[in-house]
């Protein structure tokens, strides 16, 4: 009876100390330190080749970006030997023809690379141009029978539903048609991985439909007619997932720029990348961009830590000595049957 209870006893023992193991088995996702990642896989000569590439490129912007880097983790790149090049590239003469050309191209292709780039793709969505214009001509590779992009299409329509709506909401909206337009553009810029295109095409698709709008559009010309039809097959009751997709993007933007955002969206995977590239974005600011390009998708890496460390290994050692009684009662309780066994075998004889 005594060994009964005790195994009762280890029994339950046990029982507690697994649910207490499973209570404790929980975890924090802790960010990668970007600072010790920095020091292990990245020298001073990456750094040197980043600028000199960027003066190549005509991007003093850039090149300064990666300097203020070098410089935030105390790297020793000698910043005389570019600066003068540098100046030269930010005169007023150049820095005119260089954001006037590109401003241009991104508001008339929805195409950029830079800020003034992105910048004039932008404009053109805010004030429909550009969501209108890609509309059309997504439309005529339909009616040619082509292969129609559609994301782009989705985010068109989502973009043209949201300049409505940010009229009629005195500018509330602003920044999800920021971060939607945003979004299009990394799109159009192939800077958008396929597993995020995937996630950003079901978000869009629950807003704006897709063949609603093509059945609308069923043999119209007209920029207007289409814009009418985009904003029919538009429906903000869906907007909630693509809304919180649309503000961490825009919360990246004011972080950062739009040129940058648009770029750092080759990183994201999924929501959670997100989400992990916004909070990096939040400390690193303009600089988000030379992180993400020398350490990669590492820096929106995270480690996974024990919420209750001690707990956990207190209630693993309480559950190993639970088991322990456990089967030592139950060998216990084996060897007084065998004897038990054996003083009646000897009666007998």
Same mark, same amino acid.
């Given at each position: 009876?005594? =060994?009964?209870?005790?195994?009762?006893?280890?029994?339950?023992?046990?029982?507690?100390?697994?649910?207490?193991?499973?209570?404790?088995?929980?975890?924090?996702?802790?960010?990668?330190?970007?600072?010790?990642?920095?020091?292990?896989?990245?020298?001073?000569?990456?750094?040197?080749?980043?600028?000199?590439?960027?003066?190549?490129?005509?991007?003093?912007?850039?090149?300064?970006?990666? $300097?203020? &880097?070098?410089?935030?983790?105390?790297?020793?790149?000698?910043?005389?030997?570019?600066?003068?090049?540098?100046?030269?590239?930010?005169?007023?003469?150049?820095?005119?023809?260089?954001?006037? !050309?590109? %401003?241009?191209?991104?508001?008339?292709?929805?195409?950029?690379?830079?800020?003034?780039?992105?910048?004039?793709?932008?404009?053109?969505?805010?004030?429909?141009?550009?969501?209108?214009?890609?509309?059309?001509?997504?439309?005529?590779?339909?009616?040619?029978?082509?292969?129609?992009?559609?994301?782009?299409?989705?985010?068109?329509?989502?973009?043209?539903?949201?300049?409505?709506?940010?009229?009629?909401?005195?500018?509330? &909206?602003?920044?999800?048609?920021?971060?939607?337009?945003?979004?299009?553009?990394?799109?159009?810029?192939?800077?958008?991985?396929?597993?995020?295109?995937?996630? @950003?095409?079901?978000?869009?698709?629950?807003? %704006?439909?897709?063949?609603?709008?093509?059945?609308?559009?069923?043999?119209? =010309?007209?920029?207007?007619?289409?814009?009418?039809?985009?904003?029919?097959?538009?429906?903000?009751?869906?907007?909630?997932? @693509?809304?919180?997709?649309?503000?961490?993007?825009?919360?990246? =933007?004011?972080?950062?720029?739009?040129?940058?955002?648009?770029? @750092? $969206?080759?990183?994201?995977?999924?929501?959670?990348?997100?989400? =992990?590239?916004?909070?990096?974005?939040?400390?690193?600011? !303009?600089?988000?961009?030379?992180?993400?390009?020398?350490?990669?998708?590492?820096?929106?890496?995270?480690?996974?830590? @024990?919420?209750?460390?001690?707990?956990?290994?207190?209630?693993?050692?309480?559950?190993?000595? !639970?088991?322990?009684?456990?089967? &030592?009662?139950?060998?216990?309780?084996?060897?007084?049957?065998?004897?038990?066994?054996?003083?009646?075998?000897?009666?007998?004889?």
């Amino acid at each position: 009876m005594f =060994r009964f209870i005790v195994f009762i006893i280890a029994l339950t023992s046990l029982v507690f100390s697994l649910v207490a193991i499973m209570d404790y088995w929980k975890f924090d996702e802790q960010a990668q330190d970007i600072a010790a990642l920095m020091k292990t896989n990245v020298t001073t000569q990456d750094f040197e080749q980043r600028i000199e590439q960027a003066i190549q490129n005509d991007n003093p912007e850039e090149a300064r970006m990666y $300097m203020a &880097l070098a410089g935030r983790f105390a790297y020793a790149v000698d910043t005389a030997v570019y600066l003068p090049r540098i100046e030269a590239l930010e005169s007023t003469w150049n820095t005119t023809v260089r954001n006037v !050309s590109r %401003f241009t191209n991104g508001f008339i292709d929805g195409q950029g690379e830079d800020t003034a780039g992105v910048l004039g793709a932008v404009t053109a969505d805010f004030t429909v141009v550009g969501d209108v214009r890609d509309l059309k001509e997504q439309y005529d590779l339909h009616e040619a029978g082509q292969e129609v992009n559609a994301l782009i299409v989705g985010l068109a329509g989502v973009g043209v539903g949201l300049t409505a709506a940010t009229i009629i909401s005195s500018g509330t &909206l602003a920044p999800a048609k920021a971060g939607s337009s945003a979004l299009k553009t990394a799109v159009r810029a192939n800077k958008v991985t396929p597993a995020f295109q995937r996630i @950003l095409l079901r978000q869009s698709e629950d807003v %704006f439909d897709y063949q609603k709008f093509l059945l609308a559009t069923r043999g119209e =010309r007209s920029m207007s007619a289409l814009r009418r039809a985009a904003n029919d097959a538009y429906n903000p009751a869906a907007f909630r997932a @693509l809304g919180e997709t649309t503000e961490r993007v825009n919360n990246i =933007r004011r972080s950062t720029s739009l040129a940058d955002t648009v770029d @750092l $969206m080759r990183y994201v995977e999924n929501t959670d990348d997100l989400r =992990r590239l916004e909070k990096v974005s939040a400390v690193y600011g !303009s600089q988000t961009r030379g992180v993400m390009h020398l350490l990669g998708r590492a820096a929106i890496g995270t480690m996974r830590v @024990l919420r209750h460390t001690v707990e956990f290994f207190m209630a693993l050692a309480a559950a190993g000595a !639970s088991l322990l009684a456990t089967i &030592l009662t139950i060998i216990g309780g084996g060897h007084k049957k065998k004897r038990k066994k054996k003083g009646k075998r000897l009666a007998i004889v």
